[in-house]
């Protein structure tokens, strides 16, 4: 029987968050500390634990079918392979940092200068699409204290709160790509693969669209459930249930994480009391 080979970071910002999404898509896995690879007992997968930078390699060789990392790195290593889905977590960015006392005047501004950052071709990319000549200084880790060092002008580097480059006296000063955790695969897997990984993929939809829908329950009196119901379409409409108090009923229904706190003061103009905004934990649409 085929089994599906994931890829997944054995130690680092992405293993936690991809472990977690498997196992809430029901996959149990077995689990010694320190093994390179997981079997499980209930789906037909298997788990390979490796290096990020190792994944899309992998993927395109066919060691591991399908694997999950950030697209900053997939769109680093550029190896022959497929984004499939978007996960919405790792959210980052690659971006431009300079010392916080200089003036960024923009792209222009690198020219002729040192850049040091671990994207040595997304980094080309941009400069060639700017037509900046600049130098590229390629090293693995600590980017963020090269200019400090007198090793680099600049950096490019990935950012999520800034902190680090406070810390580190610079500035964000342009934003080169916007990254999440995405799953790639291989270009050619097999029928039985294909259809494991849609079975898989069918699954995170679910524990995806749970974790960005809301189920919301309300009291409002019968005059003003007609309201209610055009702010709450719900999945397919709103359900009704008559409260034992004359002329009032409790409404139930699904509503959008992001939404929510919009969507609040209207339905308590229109009349709603009593609201509880409950978790879901799969969604299937
Ligand atoms: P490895 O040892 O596997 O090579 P690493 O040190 O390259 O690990 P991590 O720091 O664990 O990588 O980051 C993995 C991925 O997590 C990054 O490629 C990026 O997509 C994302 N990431 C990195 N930094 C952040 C951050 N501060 N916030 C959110 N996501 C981040
Ligand atoms: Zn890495």
Redesign the pocket.
């Known amino acids: 029987m085929s089994v599906l080979k994931i890829a997944i970071?054995?130690?680092?910002?992405?293993s936690d968050d991809s472990k977690k999404l498997l196992e809430e898509c029901g996959i149990k896995f077995s689990n010694g500390a320190g093994v390179l690879i997981a079997t499980s007992r209930n789906f037909p997968v298997e788990l390979l634990f490796l290096?990020?930078?190792d994944i899309p390699q992998y993927v395109e060789q066919q060691v591991a079918d399908i694997g999950i990392?950030?697209?900053?790195?997939v769109f680093e290593k550029n190896k022959d392979v497929t984004i499939i889905e978007q996960l919405g977590f790792?959210?980052?960015r690659l971006s431009l940092a300079i010392p916080k006392k200089e003036t960024y005047t923009g792209p222009g501004y690198l020219m002729n200068k040192k850049v040091a950052t671990s994207y040595p071709k997304i980094l080309t990319g941009f400069l060639e699409k700017n037509n900046i000549t600049a130098e590229i200084e390629e090293i693995s880790?600590s980017v963020e204290i090269a200019p400090g060092i007198g090793l680099a002008d600049a950096i490019c580097d990935?950012?999520?709160?800034g902190s680090t480059l406070l810390t580190n006296g610079l500035k964000e000063v342009e934003i080169i790509l916007k990254?999440q955790?995405v799953i790639i695969g291989n270009k050619d897997l097999s029928i039985e693969k294909q259809k494991i990984l849609n079975d898989l993929l069918f699954r995170i939809r679910a524990v995806k669209n749970a974790k960005e829908n809301k189920y919301i329950l309300l009291n409002a009196p019968e005059s003003a459930i007609q309201k209610i119901c055009s702010l709450l379409p719900g999945m397919k409409s709103p359900t009704i249930v008559p409260l034992v108090e004359k002329g009032w009923c409790s409404l139930h229904s699904v509503v959008k994480e992001d939404q929510f706190w919009e969507i609040i003061n209207q339905l308590k103009e229109a009349g709603a009391e009593g609201i509880l905004v409950i978790p879901i934990e799969k969604m299937i649409l």
């Open positions: 970071q054995k130690s680092g910002r992405l290096r990020d930078d990392l950030g697209e900053n790195v790792a959210s980052c880790g990935i950012v999520s709160s990254s955790a």
